[in-house]
């Protein structure tokens, strides 16, 4: 894929008009083929077709412990951190996420690169990968705010210049999944259509953004529809399962009320032959722990 930084035509306009729009995806799904890695044809058709892939248990309980372990001493070391890379929730001093901590951390570097999940990763984007962004999230018991429906890749593309949707997340539970505990929920199929959103984005938006998206967030009747055709899928698991979706599909969760907190490492993985380009708001770059350019 040839790419520039000032002329990579925009496929996927956002917030640039007073309605959304419906842009039918213009790029593969699955690049790669069962010779390519671990995953089946079966496992392969279904991530197609629905955008997402579940794995019970792909991390043992031991390994998920050591895991806590590592969110626990981070969760103390940057309790009163007024760090960048600290978000908190909204209305409150309770962390919400720390980003980049494939870089600050050993243990969640080390999980960053493991080749069970690497393996699969190249797989379906059919390339070498690099690590676009890493965070741990904390969805405490009672407290845990929501986080509404969006695309990934609409972020990804206005505000970091991500130009195809050759990228994908994998979101590593921490916690038991439970459907009353805030699990990720996901519109199968939608990630076949991209849906613009409405609203110039505002300079430095990430400062807000990341406790409560305001812009990039798609319109109620698109989402109507969207769950009208395709309905919604809840990802539940153990402690130690993985998910794996694709950066275009809408995707959010909900508040969490219970005693039951919900915790889980989060990567995003981007093919090495779609790196990023200048953001497609025309704005100033978002910092390098939201957007790796040079992973």
């Known amino acids: 894929m040839s790419q520039t930084t000032s002329l990579e035509q925009d496929l996927y306009p956002s917030r640039i008009q007073d309605r959304p729009q419906w842009i039918p995806r213009h790029d593969p799904v699955v690049y790669g083929t069962v010779d390519d890695g671990p995953l089946d044809q079966g496992q392969l058709h279904f991530y197609e077709k629905n955008g997402y892939l579940l794995f019970e248990s792909l991390f043992s309980a031991g390994e998920v412990e050591r895991m806590r372990e590592a969110l626990r001493q981070a969760w103390n070391a940057y309790k009163t951190s007024d760090e960048d890379y600290v978000v908190r929730e909204p209305n409150s001093d309770t962390i919400r996420s720390i980003f ?56 990804w593309h206005v505000e970091d210049g991500m130009p195809r949707m050759r990228a994908l997340s994998v979101s590593i539970a921490l916690e038991d999944n439970y459907p009353f505990n805030g699990p990720l929920m996901l519109i199968p199929g939608s990630h076949h259509v991209f849906i613009s959103c409405v609203g110039k984005t505002p300079e430095a938006h990430y400062k807000t953004s990341l406790k409560k998206q305001m812009y990039g967030v798609p319109d ?31 995707h959010g969760s909900n508040g969490n009320i219970t005693p039951f907190p919900r915790s889980n490492v989060f990567i995003v993985y981007n093919s090495v032959d779609n790196r990023l380009v200048q953001p497609f708001s025309g704005l100033e770059r978002r910092p390098v722990y939201l957007a790796e350019r040079d992973d």
């Open 100 to 155: 980049r901590v494939h870089k600050n951390n050993p243990v969640f570097r080390e999980i960053a690169y493991d080749d069970r999940i690497v393996s699969r990763v190249r797989q379906i984007l059919g390339s070498d990968v690099m690590i676009h962004q890493s965070r741990i999230n904390y969805k405490s018991g009672f407290h845990g705010k929501e986080f509404y429906w969006h695309s990934d890749f609409e972020t």
């Open 220 to 250: 109620e009747e698109s989402l109507r529809r969207l769950v009208q055709e395709h309905g919604i899928d809840t990802a539940l698991g153990n402690a130690g399962s993985v998910l794996f979706f694709d950066a275009n599909i809408m």
